[in-house]
């Protein structure tokens, strides 16, 4: 089946890290995904992982994957308020369609 | 180099009418796909396009909803005699040809049905 969870809310200080997570079902995803979504906008490619890699770090993220547990996480280095955003996770198992999760609401406060 | 463009920004409709969302890929891109989202939801996938071709219409609703993506225009998603439950923000996305692992996400079409 295709399902894909995340928490719902986050709330972190500026300066701390943030860790968004997000469990997946289906193990024959190819390639799984980090999207933003900040108010009233469009959904913003962050990141993405390949699903042989079990991490990948770019600038403040780091994607660390877990295949054999189906968890996905996304850590943000020195969160800004700027992050406060919904992040949302997604599977894809080729070319086709992305699953998406229901997202996490980050607050970053001062 | 323009984004995925989508229009209108807003649109409202009332039950029973027509709304036609229009969708112009990034240059260079020639896969479109459709998401909806639905308030405090993520998005669920609807179809998926190439020029001309529908490759994946498995998450359409059976009636009211059609799809195209002519050899030349934007993409089109149609829905007729709208109903309150249609009311969503809808999405498209693109992604080049051998790069369908990447999509593009535009700023979303807001449909409100009255």
């Known amino acids: 089946g295709e399902d894909v969870e995340q928490s719902l809310f986050l709330s972190v200080r500026e300066g701390d890290s943030s860790v968004i997570n997000c469990t997946y079902t289906?193990?024959?995803?190819?390639?799984l995904y980090w999207y933003k979504q900040e108010p009233g906008a469009g959904l913003q490619l962050l990141t993405y992982i390949f699903s042989n890699m079990d991490m990948k770090q770019d600038q403040r993220l780091t994607v660390l994957l877990n295949k054999k547990d189906k968890h996905l996480s996304l850590r943000i280095a020195d969160t800004q308020t700027g992050d406060s955003a919904i992040y949302f996770c997604?599977?894809?198992?080729?070319?086709?369609?992305?699953?998406f999760g229901t997202g996490t609401r980050l607050q970053v406060f001062p | 180099n323009a984004g995925v463009m989508q229009n209108p920004r807003h649109l409202v409709r009332r039950r029973g009418q027509e709304a036609r969302l229009r969708c112009s890929p990034m240059?260079?891109?020639?896969?479109v796909y459709w998401y909806r989202q639905l308030p405090e939801e993520g998005l669920k996938f609807m179809v998926y396009?190439?020029?001309?071709?529908?490759?994946?219409e498995s998450g359409m609703p059976k009636e009211r909803f059609s799809a195209e993506f002519p050899k030349e225009g934007p993409s089109i998603l149609r829905i007729q005699q709208v109903v309150r439950g249609d009311s969503a923000a809808y999405f498209c996305?693109?992604?080049?040809?051998?790069?369908?692992?990447?999509?593009?996400f535009g700023p979303g079409t807001r449909l409100t049905v009255t």
């Open positions: 396009l190439q020029k001309e071709n529908i490759i994946d």
């Open positions: 240059k260079g891109h020639s896969h």
């Open positions: 997604a599977e894809s198992m080729d070319t086709d369609k992305l699953i």
């Open positions: 289906d193990s024959s995803s190819t390639y």
């Open positions: 996305a693109s992604s080049p040809e051998g790069g369908s692992y990447e999509q593009y």
